[in-house]
């Protein structure tokens, strides 16, 4: 599709449905309107000049799935070439790019455009959306009917190594997001900052390609556990011809990885067998980390705050590689950087060629650079505000916002299992409350007010008596009062059926004339829509 200058012209751009993001959210989405409702009538827009999102960005030394790979991947697309237990990055994107072709994603997107605007329009029942290619400056303004953010919260690096001297570095500061491969790794002395999921992961990695010092920088403690598989293990080739002959046994394997993994759900609860298990899986952590990391770093390593309360980490290489010589930890801040080395709080003095920012992301603001009104001009932000934080009914979906649905919303981070489950909950709930636009049956869907307050008292209260409460410095939660605007306080199962049905009395549906005349009505309470026939 050949954009113009509409801002100039007053022309304007149409579609049923537009996406923001060609990641795993807005691959999802436009795979099922297409399986569901032969619906074509899409178009999306994308930051990063390709698709696959998270898994085209984040491309470091050593990244890969720490979810098994038969689980992360599509429902709808089993990924019966799957190698690896645990899918390298490459492997991963590969995967992600093939399902985006099958279903014609990259003729239908526009690449290198961020969407920086979207206001609802009450009089034309439409959402308009604003957007930029940031390589030509072109700008474009596109109406739809239905608007649907799929930015996910692995996007925004969080650069914060604000330190004096930074500018005057002659080496190469890198955040592990949009890693430069062309910087030579051999021979050179690399800072790492972080010691997250990325950070265990990159440092191996680097240590395979010959750094000759790494000096690892860090605040905050981790929970280390075993991988159940060796962290190469490969299914044989024979099991993968099973799978394409039967593709039972497949759904059948992800069925007990999907069990496995959800029995672990159990420790973030406080309640009485909450914390027995989790007292049971701290000490199996503990135990685990004395045994595989040296003993010069067992107090350096040891957490101080319940398992659980920080996102565990699955250990492929990290611990083992704490016995190279050429590595050292450092519980402290970077105070400063020289020309060629950096500057301990402590005072230390450490030569360093290159800076790596293990940092993580920004997970906490769910329509990044994206200003969003709804009706009577309300802006997302000011909603938030007065509930105390970001939010969605079903970590979707919002009063005052029409025809808008998020896709890896509010609350969708689930801690323990795959995140990409939940991203397929969230298509899987708008295809259902969408039935009746696409059918022509309504113009317009709102949740009513009291569905969504009743929705955030119940989903604040119960992340209160969860371990993510327990006092702990986490992404999962703002830290000074509380709000929770990450984590899902309910097992993956009921997040399943929630988004599976539509609870119909919790939404104004606004019918077309042929909506009135066929007499539809919303299935009662967590029903699909029905329809009476003259």
Same mark, same amino acid.
């Given at each position: 599709?050949?954009?113009?200058?509409?801002?100039?012209?007053?022309?304007?751009?149409?579609?049923?449905?537009?996406?923001?993001?060609?990641?795993?959210?807005?691959?999802?989405?436009?795979?099922?309107?297409?399986?569901?409702?032969?619906?074509?009538?899409?178009?999306?827009?994308?930051?990063?000049?390709?698709?696959?999102?998270?898994?085209?960005?984040?491309?470091?030394?050593?990244?890969?799935?720490?979810?098994?790979?038969?689980?992360?991947?599509?429902?709808?697309?089993?990924?019966?070439?799957?190698?690896?237990?645990?899918?390298?990055?490459?492997?991963?994107?590969?995967?992600?790019?093939?399902?985006?072709?099958?279903?014609?994603?990259?003729?239908?997107?526009?690449?290198?455009?961020?969407?920086?605007?979207?206001?609802?329009?009450?009089?034309?029942?439409?959402?308009?959306?604003?957007?930029?290619?940031?390589?030509?400056?072109?700008?474009?303004?596109?109406?739809?009917?239905?608007?649907?953010?799929?930015?996910?919260?692995?996007?925004?690096?969080?650069?914060?190594?604000?330190?004096?001297?930074?500018?005057?570095?002659?080496?190469?500061?890198?955040?592990?997001?949009?890693?430069?491969?062309?910087?030579?790794?051999?021979?050179?002395?690399?800072?790492?900052?972080?010691?997250?999921?990325?950070?265990?992961?990159?440092?191996?990695?680097?240590?395979?390609?010959?750094?000759?010092?790494?000096?690892?920088?860090?605040?905050?403690?981790?929970?280390?556990?075993?991988?159940?598989?060796?962290?190469?293990?490969?299914?044989?080739?024979?099991?993968?011809?099973?799978?394409?002959?039967?593709?039972?046994?497949?759904?059948?394997?992800?069925?007990?990885?999907?069990?496995?993994?959800?029995?672990?759900?159990?420790?973030?609860y406080n309640h009485k067998l909450g914390r027995w298990y989790r007292k049971k899986m701290t000490e199996e952590s503990l135990e685990f980390m004395e045994k595989t990391a040296p003993k010069k770093y067992h107090d350096l390593l040891r957490p101080?705050?319940?398992?659980?309360?920080?996102?565990?980490?699955?250990?492929?290489?990290?611990?083992?590689?704490?016995?190279?010589?050429?590595?050292?930890?450092?519980?402290?801040?970077?105070?400063?950087?020289?020309?060629?080395?950096?500057?301990?709080?402590?005072?230390?003095?450490?030569?360093?060629?290159?800076?790596?920012?293990?940092?993580?992301?920004?997970?906490?603001?769910?329509?990044?650079?994206?200003?969003?009104?709804?009706?009577?001009?309300?802006?997302?932000?000011?909603?938030?505000?007065?509930?105390?934080?970001?939010?969605?009914?079903?970590?979707?979906?919002?009063?005052?916002?029409?025809?808008?649905?998020?896709?890896?919303?509010?609350? /969708?981070? =689930?801690?323990?299992?795959?995140?990409?489950? @939940?991203?397929? %909950?969230? +298509?899987?709930? *708008?295809?259902?409350?969408?039935?009746?636009?696409?059918?022509?049956?309504?113009?317009?869907?709102?949740?009513?007010?009291?569905a969504e307050d009743k929705w955030v008292i119940s989903v604040q209260s119960a992340l209160k008596n969860m371990v993510w409460n327990t006092g702990c410095n986490s992404w999962y939660n703002r830290g000074v009062d509380g709000w929770n605007s990450? /984590?899902? =306080?309910?097992?993956?199962?009921?997040?399943? @059926?929630?988004? %599976?049905? +539509?609870?119909? *009395?919790?939404?104004?549906?606004?019918?077309?004339?042929?909506?009135?005349?066929?007499?539809?009505?919303?299935?009662?309470?967590?029903?699909?829509?029905?329809?009476?026939?003259?």
């Amino acid at each position: 599709m050949a954009a113009t200058n509409v801002e100039k012209s007053g022309a304007s751009r149409y579609n049923t449905i537009v996406i923001v993001g060609a990641g795993m959210g807005g691959i999802a989405m436009a795979a099922k309107l297409q399986k569901q409702f032969n619906c074509t009538d899409f178009h999306i827009y994308e930051k990063a000049e390709s698709t696959s999102g998270t898994w085209r960005q984040n491309d470091y030394p050593g990244c890969a799935c720490d979810v098994p790979g038969a689980f992360y991947s599509f429902s709808f697309e089993p990924n019966y070439d799957l190698k690896r237990m645990n899918p390298t990055q490459q492997e991963t994107k590969e995967y992600c790019d093939k399902v985006a072709v099958k279903y014609g994603v990259p003729q239908r997107t526009t690449f290198k455009t961020r969407v920086y605007k979207a206001s609802w329009q009450e009089e034309k029942r439409q959402w308009r959306v604003w957007a930029r290619n940031w390589e030509t400056g072109e700008e474009i303004v596109h109406d739809c009917k239905v608007f649907i953010t799929a930015i996910g919260i692995l996007d925004v690096p969080n650069d914060t190594f604000n330190v004096p001297g930074r500018e005057t570095f002659k080496g190469k500061i890198m955040h592990t997001t949009g890693w430069d491969h062309s910087v030579e790794l051999k021979g050179k002395n690399v800072v790492v900052v972080g010691n997250g999921c990325t950070a265990a992961q990159l440092v191996p990695a680097l240590l395979d390609r010959g750094v000759a010092n790494l000096y690892q920088f860090f605040r905050s403690r981790h929970f280390y556990v075993a991988m159940p598989v060796d962290r190469d293990a490969v299914y044989p080739e024979s099991l993968r011809k099973m799978w394409k002959l039967f593709p039972f046994t497949l759904y059948a394997y992800r069925v007990a990885l999907f069990l496995y993994i959800e029995k672990s759900f159990i420790f973030f609860y406080n309640h009485k067998l909450g914390r027995w298990y989790r007292k049971k899986m701290t000490e199996e952590s503990l135990e685990f980390m004395e045994k595989t990391a040296p003993k010069k770093y067992h107090d350096l390593l040891r957490p101080d705050f319940d398992l659980g309360c920080k996102r565990r980490i699955i250990e492929g290489e990290y611990l083992k590689s704490l016995h190279d010589p050429r590595i050292s930890l450092h519980q402290d801040s970077i105070a400063s950087v020289t020309p060629t080395s950096i500057i301990s709080a402590s005072g230390e003095e450490i030569p360093a060629d290159i800076i790596a920012l293990a940092t993580g992301f920004n997970t906490t603001d769910f329509l990044y650079g994206i200003e969003v009104t709804g009706v009577n001009g309300v802006n997302v932000k000011d909603h938030w505000a007065r509930y105390g934080g970001a939010e969605a009914y079903n970590c979707s979906v919002m009063h005052e916002f029409p025809n808008f649905f998020m896709i890896l919303g509010p609350n /969708t981070a =689930p801690g323990h299992t795959s995140a990409l489950m @939940y991203a397929e %909950n969230n +298509v899987d709930y *708008a295809i259902n409350v969408l039935r009746p636009l696409l059918s022509n049956i309504a113009t317009r869907v709102e949740l009513k007010k009291p569905a969504e307050d009743k929705w955030v008292i119940s989903v604040q209260s119960a992340l209160k008596n969860m371990v993510w409460n327990t006092g702990c410095n986490s992404w999962y939660n703002r830290g000074v009062d509380g709000w929770n605007s990450t /984590t899902y =306080p309910w097992t993956s199962f009921w997040y399943w @059926y929630q988004s %599976n049905y +539509v609870n119909w *009395a919790d939404w104004e549906v606004e019918l077309t004339e042929a909506g009135r005349r066929r007499r539809w009505r919303g299935g009662g309470s967590w029903g699909f829509r029905s329809m009476d026939t003259d």
